[in-house]
């Protein structure tokens, strides 16, 4: 792990000139995220990114709350930075009386593009945008933030309705039920989970999650444990901006999607007859459709005789795909086209190689253009138009747009009511927006 003040080294950015427009095409990569960091003075840290931390406190005494394990005292210390939560675990070490701070920020790299929601297009540029905003507001070296945890996958506009398909047509992944989430206070079921030791396969409705005019299914791998991305050597943030590295998420999400057991043929019975007179449409293959449909035969199987596992699975669904919707094929095709949509076209941005990262410009066509950002949340619109200063609908939704204007009204309200009053001095410089440590350009 590094610290926030090592030298910062920057990398080459993407820009695709080709984005997917949401009716037609839905796109994302990595969602969720844990990063890990070491942090050699936490007290100069907080002061220069201006985050207030907070703890848990003992009632009775008033004392900070702490673990004490061997030698070492752990206290832990909280904070919420846009849609990231934060936690910095103290370390003291009472023989040596050294002390060590270790940072973790959990959240999503796509639902903070988009002030928490995870259903717009999230492409390769904005990704990167991502991971430049992270480590230069909170000046960390990409290098040495190493990933914990990691989400990828997609959201597919697709042909039929998700939560139908969720229900009736998938059955398991690998041998392995689907455990539905539990229902949310609106009684809707967001969709299916299989969690295994290293992974969790999730495919759930992002329709209904959004209230979204057409049909949205997402479907994603979250690695709980990263031994096999390791290998892949994805370790830290710097390598989710090295597109090299990245399409090989694209394998992992198509052998993944063909490890998910699907049964869509609509009338068993009417295929079986207009099959009666073909010699490979046996009684067999019409008793392997029926009892295939059940998950647990399939776990059963896959204890009792792993080849028998295979083989039957195989035989299923070629069956199923020859006499089915062929939606397995189908979704998986939309995979494959949705990613390497986001590859097409795109060519290398150069950046400096030894500049501050938060010092950071980006040249595009020979224009240099600064980072800017948003003055009511501090969300980076370098992307918008040069004369904007909230963020716009196109790029974080309606409502998180209209809520930053409302903010920035708002709160100029109520200054020029208060110094209709009379004031001594000037109260600006004293005003802290809580989406904003310092409040700038009113």
């Not at 070491?38 to 900070?64: A, P």
Request: with cysteine.
């Amino acid at each position: 792990m590094g610290s926030y003040n090592a030298p910062l080294r920057l990398f080459n950015f993407t820009k695709c000139k080709n984005t997917p427009h949401l009716k037609t095409k839905d796109t994302a990569m990595i969602d969720g995220i844990t990063i890990k960091y070491r942090i050699t003075d936490f007290e100069k840290w907080k002061r220069i990114t201006n985050l207030v931390f907070s703890n848990i406190v003992v009632t009775e005494t008033g004392e900070i709350k702490n673990k004490k394990r061997n030698n070492d005292i752990i206290t832990n210390h909280r904070a919420k930075w846009e849609t990231f939560d934060l936690i910095v675990k103290e370390v003291k070490n009472v023989v040596t009386d050294k002390t060590v701070f270790y940072l973790t920020i959990k959240g999503s790299l796509h639902k903070n593009q988009y002030a928490g929601k995870n259903y717009l297009p999230f492409t390769w540029q904005q990704l990167q945008q991502q991971v430049n905003h992270i480590c230069k507001t909170l000046y960390l070296d990409p290098s040495q933030a190493q990933i914990s945890t990691l989400e990828i996958g997609l959201n597919i506009i697709t042909p039929f309705e998700v939560t139908p398909f969720l229900k009736k047509n998938i059955i398991s992944y690998k041998g392995n039920s689907f455990n539905r989430y539990n229902k949310d206070t609106a009684g809707f079921c967001l969709g299916i989970y299989c969690s295994l030791s290293q992974y969790v396969i999730k495919v759930y409705d992002k329709r209904m999650q959004n209230r979204l005019p057409y049909n949205l299914m997402r479907f994603e791998k979250r690695f709980l444990k990263m031994q096999r991305l390791n290998k892949m050597n994805i370790k830290y943030l710097s390598d989710l901006i090295n597109p090299k590295k990245v399409v090989q998420f694209l394998p992992i999400l198509l052998a993944a999607w063909d490890d998910i057991l699907i049964y869509d043929i609509v009338d068993l019975q009417k295929s079986a007859k207009k099959c009666k007179n073909v010699q490979f449409f046996k009684s067999s293959e019409l008793q392997l459709l029926t009892i295939g449909q059940n998950s647990t035969f399939w776990e059963n199987l896959k204890k009792e005789n792993i080849r028998q596992f295979n083989y039957q699975r195989e035989k299923f669904k070629n069956l199923v795909g020859k006499y089915g919707n062929n939606w397995q094929q189908l979704v998986k095709d939309l995979i494959q086209n949705e990613w390497q949509n986001l590859f097409n076209n795109c060519t290398n941005l150069q950046c400096g190689e030894n500049a501050k990262l938060y010092n950071l410009t980006i040249k595009i066509k020979g224009n240099t253009v600064q980072n800017r950002t948003c003055q009511t949340c501090g969300r980076d619109i370098t992307n918008q138009k040069g004369g904007s200063k909230f963020c716009g609908a196109k790029y974080v939704g309606y409502e998180a747009a209209h809520q930053c204007r409302n903010n920035s009204n708002n709160l100029k309200y109520k200054i020029e009511k208060i110094q209709c009053r009379g004031v001594l001095f000037d109260i600006i410089p004293f005003i802290v927006n809580n989406n904003k440590i310092q409040l700038h350009g009113i």
